[in-house]
């Protein structure tokens, strides 16, 4: 029973980091059909960022880890937007120009990033809570889970927020569903389109301060590698819906925690064979658009 | 004819590499309704769609004496042309209050004038657009473009697949709109046209053919086969049974 507990709350853990960049990328997708091949790229600046700025304000503490999730925050807003509004904004409708970009700048940014900070991991520092575990149904559960959890349901909530009270909401809402329709009433589609990079930028930037604690160090891949399971997730969880997000992102998570754990560490295989099984059986994924 | 509100000369327009509207010349006068009329596939769809730069297009367009070709579509419409396309393109996923909400292109909506003209659409502000029926996401889709003051409406064949009651309703909702700004009107149902059109433009083959009073050839049996492909009295036919 405990390790049931164990697995399915660690999963939980790491769907919540799974979202944080998954939702970017769904919402992306969504509203403009751009599939973000460098959103790994955000997140791995604001992480080496909102590091090198948390350790010199107090490392290893709640107050650094509060400035490094701030900094991180506003680097992935930033360089999103940035991203969108240089290279993007001339590309739209135009895919193959766009996986291209956006490949390029993955790759650069990597060899940047390792060019700057090395190819090492960089371990960090994380408050001594968050290091220790607490015991839920017999079940030793490391308390950084917690605290994933509960920014990813807070970032979730909030975009939902985002998306049902407020104006631009609504722009990205019909968006989604009619984009040139959502012009042909007069409005400028093209500033929701920086404002969905900059949010989306912005989780991902907190999923990339996360993932440093949840990994315990900082890296020039780490964008990459959370990037290919955030587009199983989005995929699965169907392109451009942010709930299909979030539930693909537990499904996913806690699937690879079990197999991980039950059928000798062959997690990472399993959640790909699941992608195909969906793929196969449901091509739009679980709350995907009909194409 | 007074002075035109929107002035078209020698626009094309052109689909994935396809050109659908080829060297098109009009005029839409500043009051009363003008048709757009012609057989299917002739590009009177994309005639719209072009003046609003929904698809690429060259020549000239003008909306009460500016130049309106070189801007965004978003921009067009902001000058004051309502839009309301053809199948409706109801966002489904909305409520009908949002996308009356997101229409609005100002502080000063004409929410009272659009409650007024579709009383119904008004009561369901709360339910999904998706959920109504054909009839009742024309009206929504009628109602975005006139909670809005314009100084002109393109509208896209507001009647297609709708009930014959319904389209009795959407005449007189578009009736009450022309009293106050003019309309340019794409519609297939001869006796919406008689009842609404003062002006007619025919298009044949992606050209305009004919352009006059709505008279001239609604009161000619043999232009109406001509340019329009059909007998008046197939379609007094096809009115008297609805």
Redesign the interface.
């Known amino acids: 029973m405990s390790t049931v507990v164990l697995l399915v709350i660690t999963g939980l853990g790491l769907g919540a980091l799974y979202f944080l960049v998954a939702s970017g990328l769904s919402l992306i997708y969504g509203l403009m059909g751009v599939l973000n091949l460098a959103h790994g790229s955000f997140l791995t600046i604001s992480a080496f960022l909102g590091w090198e700025v948390g350790r010199r304000v107090s490392d290893g503490t709640w107050l650094g880890l509060a400035v490094s999730a701030l900094v991180g925050i506003a680097v992935g807003a930033i360089v999103a937007a940035l991203t969108e509004y240089l290279l993007i904004r001339r590309l739209y409708e135009r895919h193959i120009e766009q996986a291209l970009v956006t490949v390029g700048l993955s790759l650069a940014s990597v060899a940047l990033f390792e060019g700057i900070w090395g190819t090492d991991p960089i371990y960090t520092e994380k408050p001594d809570w968050l290091g220790q575990t607490t015991v839920i149904l017999g079940a030793k559960i490391p308390n950084d889970r917690f605290l994933l959890i509960a920014c990813a349901l807070l970032v979730l909530g909030g975009i939902v927020l985002f998306l049902r009270r407020t ?1 631009y909401g ?2 990205i ?2 968006g989604v ?2 984009r ?10 093209r500033r929701s389109f920086t404002l969905v990079f900059a949010i989306g930028g912005a989780a991902a930037g907190l999923g990339g301060v996360l993932s440093s604690v949840y990994y315990g160090y900082v890296s020039a891949h780490l964008g990459s590698t959370l990037l290919i399971f955030a587009f199983i997730v989005t995929v699965i969880g169907g392109l451009g819906s942010l709930t299909g997000a979030a539930i693909a992102s537990v499904l996913v998570a806690v699937l690879q925690q079990f197999a991980n754990f039950y059928l000798g560490g062959t997690g990472d295989l399993v959640v790909v064979i699941a992608l195909a099984a969906v793929l196969l059986v449901r091509p739009r994924g679980l709350l995907g658009k009909v194409a | 004819m007074s002075a035109p509100i929107l002035t078209v000369r020698r626009l094309s327009g052109r689909i994935a590499g396809q050109q659908v509207v080829e060297n098109v010349s009009f005029e839409v006068p500043a009051t009363g309704v003008t048709a757009l009329l012609g057989r299917n596939g002739v590009g009177k769809t994309s005639t719209i769609r072009s003046i ?1 730069g ?1 698809i690429d297009r060259t020549g000239e367009v003008t909306l009460d004496g500016h130049r309106i070709d070189r801007l ?4 067009i ?2 000058q004051g042309v309502g ?1 309301v ?1 053809e199948d409706r ?1 109801v ?4 409520t009908v209050g ?1 996308n009356l ?3 609005e ?1 100002d502080d000063r909506p004409r929410r009272d004038f659009v409650a007024q003209l579709f009383p119904d659409i008004h009561d369901r502000r709360a339910q999904r657009a998706g959920t109504l029926s054909g009839g009742q996401q024309q009206m929504v889709s009628l109602a ?1 473009a006139l909670v ?1 003051e314009n100084r002109l409406l393109l509208v896209d064949e507001p009647t297609k697949g709708l009930a014959p009651k319904i389209v009795d309703e959407v005449a007189v909702a578009l009736a009450e709109a022309a009293r106050t700004v003019p309309m340019l009107l794409v519609e297939q149902n001869l006796h919406v046209i008689r009842a609404l059109a003062d002006r007619v433009v025919v298009l044949s083959g992606g050209r305009v053919v004919f352009t006059g009073e709505a008279a001239d050839l609604l009161d000619d049996e043999d232009r109406i086969q001509r340019y329009l492909g059909v007998h008046d009295a197939d379609a007094a036919a096809e009115g008297s049974s609805r």
């Open positions: 104006r609504l722009i809402r019909a569903e009619n040139s329709m959502v012009t042909a009433l007069g409005i400028d589609v | 609003l929904l965004p579509t978003h921009r419409v902001q839009y396309p393109e966002f489904g996923s909305l949002e909400r997101l229409a292109r975005r809005n």
